[in-house]
């Protein structure tokens, strides 16, 4: 069903925004609620809710989608010229990316009233959807989601923090929460606050730094998606996000390329991980509609952690090394291959935000100006 623009329902239209230049820096995290087109058109309030899906994790922050809006909804594209060959050669985690964008649109939704029915379909056809979010007004408000409705606020907050976390254990209230979770989904979720599993784990993640960073074409795959600090380009990765000063930034794609870093960064996310005061393994089997379960599975992992005040990064390496992901099973007793390997913890330091591209830029069709 379309969604009607419903006159009188929000605040009276107010002066029209003045148009500013886009900085894919601070822009995107301006989206302000109040801002929501009560009176606008189906199309207007779908391109809103847009706005905070852009706000999603993705893989090396590809952003690799598309959306198009269409009578009743809004379709979800891949798009397949932003993934990476060599880190991600199945496509695995562009399509947990998706799932991730997905979720927050559904979360976006609701705020605004509306109820979200996703179908996923996949063809393998690259022109067409592999998502459809059919939106229709709710009946009331009182009908909608109160779980969900509460990690909308949490959805400009959340980033990637890669700093040190403090040694804080992670309240059981939200351990307990989190696991939870994975009810009667495709995809789930183990959590391990046992220091010996953890250092276990971290030795993985050690070996395959050394594996990965030790392989010019994984180097080079990955450099394509490092930013120095000051860039105005809206992907990619920043040399603040991963605590590097903009002088040293500068040189990130360079070094990224060149040099093997690895037993640098292994001894680095060793540590990390080893301390990690809860380390959170997402599930799930190899199969594109078990990805975009992930994918929804681990942004609202995601938003619940951060309502809560915690922080999370992650360490992938070793679900990205076939032998490595084996032993991660095995190690976490999983009876699902892991898809996603975090930790979560308090920190002090706010992790730096990373660019995003415009609403207007992942419009396939029905922009709206
Ligand atoms: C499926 C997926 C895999 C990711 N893998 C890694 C990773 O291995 N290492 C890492 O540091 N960040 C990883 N990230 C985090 C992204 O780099 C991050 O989401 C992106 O740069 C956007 O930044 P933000 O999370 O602060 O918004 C991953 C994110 C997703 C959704």
């Not at 509609?289 to 681990?298: F, I, R, T, V």
């Not at 990373?354 to 609403?359: L, Y």
């Amino acid at each position: 069903m379309l969604v009607h623009a419903t006159p009188g329902l929000g605040p009276p239209e107010g002066k029209p925004m003045r148009q500013r230049e886009y900085d894919p820096m601070t822009t995107p995290y301006g989206v302000n609620e109040n801002d929501f087109p009560w009176t606008g058109s189906s199309d207007e309030q779908a391109a809103f809710l847009l706005r905070y899906a852009i706000l999603a994790p993705s893989t090396h922050n590809t952003q690799p989608w598309k959306f198009a809006l269409v009578p009743g909804g809004i379709e979800v594209y891949a798009d397949y010229s932003r993934r990476m060959p060599v880190v991600d050669p199945g496509n695995r985690e562009l399509l947990m990316s998706i799932g991730a964008a997905v979720f927050t649109l559904r979360v976006a939704a609701e705020r605004f009233g509306m109820e979200s029915r996703v179908t996923y379909s996949y063809s393998g056809d690259s022109e067409r959807p592999l998502a459809v979010a059919a939106l229709s007004r709710r009946a009331s408000q009182s009908e909608g989601d109160e779980g969900i409705a509460s990690l909308f606020g949490p959805i400009v907050r959340r980033h990637t923090n890669r700093y040190p976390f403090l040694y804080s254990r992670v309240p059981e209230t939200i351990l307990r929460r989190i696991r939870g979770l994975d009810v009667g989904r495709r995809a789930s979720l183990a959590v391990s606050t046992d220091g010996s599993v953890n250092s276990q784990v971290s030795e993985l993640v050690a070996a395959a730094d050394r594996m990965q960073l030790g392989d010019p074409s994984f180097r080079s795959d990955l450099a394509e998606w490092i930013r120095p600090n000051w860039t105005q380009r809206p992907d990619g990765i920043t040399g603040a996000a991963l605590g590097v000063n903009s002088v040293a930034s500068a040189l990130g794609p360079w070094t990224t390329r060149v040099l093997d870093t690895g037993s640098l960064r292994a001894a680095k996310d060793r540590n990390l991980c080893a301390q990690a005061p809860g380390l959170v393994v997402l599930q799930a089997q190899d199969s594109v509609p078990d990805w975009l379960a992930c994918g929804e599975l681990l942004q609202h992992l995601l938003l619940i952690v951060t309502r809560e005040g915690l922080h999370h990064s992650y360490f992938n390496m070793p679900v990205q090394v076939p032998d490595l992901r084996v032993r991660l099973r095995g190690l976490c007793g999983l009876s699902d291959w892991p898809q996603i390997l975090l930790r979560i913890g308090f920190s002090l330091t706010e992790p730096a935000r990373t660019p995003r591209r415009s609403v207007e830029e992942v419009l396939l069709t029905g922009a709206v100006t």
